[in-house]
């Protein structure tokens, strides 16, 4: 895998574990500004060897976020305040037993939500010799996000994640290491940068 793909696709990797991780701090939801309608993927259920799906909607979050002490240490209270500023974290994943069991325009009812003025694609890699299509969008500006979008689309698996809410990116890369987050020595910053 060439570096800056590698470096991409742990990028997506690092956004994905930790907005899983927001997820099992907490779990059902109403619609709210940001949030995709991913049942419009429902129709893949059928074709999919198995299916994951997590719903966490701000209450749950919130009661998720109480558990944790900034008492007990300073990581603990950097995961407070992200959480307690999310209104949700809505996760599906399609895993297949072959390849090509669903094909890419499967996903246009999703990437039509994503066309909006308000969304903004900030990644898009495509291999045609892996297969693997992984778009990262973000709702808002830089340094007012108030939602992500991750869809990882690769011949045996769909990932499609949707966090709702105002998300600050330099708290979130500043997790790395930190309760199962892994630490993949990736810095976001305003300008963009990928630490090399």
């Known amino acids: 895998m060439k570096p800056m793909k590698k470096r991409l696709m742990n990028l997506v990797r690092w956004v994905v ?12 939801a109403s619609a709210q500004g940001g949030r995709l309608n991913i049942d419009d993927l429902r129709h893949l259920e ?30 603990e209270a950097k995961i407070k305040e992200l959480l307690s500023a999310l209104k949700g974290v ?23 939500q994503l066309r909006s003025p308000e969304w903004s694609r900030i990644v898009n890699v495509r291999s045609k010799r892996d297969g ?20 990882v689309a690769a011949p045996r698996e769909l ?28 810095k976001l910053d305003l300008g963009r940068k990928i630490k090399e």
Not at 17 to 28: D, E, H, N, R, T
Not at 54 to 69: N, P, Q, Y
Not at 98 to 111: C, E, I, M, T, V
């Open 46 to 75: 059928d074709k999919a060897s198995g299916v994951t799906d997590v719903t966490v909607d701000e209450r749950t979050l919130k009661l998720g976020s109480a558990f944790l002490s900034p008492r007990r240490s300073a990581d």
């Open 159 to 186: 990932v499609v994640v949707n966090v709702v809410g105002p998300i600050d990116l330099e708290k979130i890369s500043e997790l790395e290491g930190h309760f199962g987050i892994p630490d993949l020595d990736l």
């Open 90 to 112: 809505y996760v599906k994943v399609f895993e297949f037993d072959q390849d090509n069991a669903y094909s890419l325009s499967d996903l246009d009812g999703l990437r039509a």
């Open 132 to 151: 693997d299509n992984v778009e990262v969008y973000l709702l808002g500006e830089v340094d007012k996000v108030q939602g992500v979008a991750v869809i």
């Open 17 to 28: 574990v930790s907005l899983l991780w927001a997820a099992l701090a907490s779990a059902p």
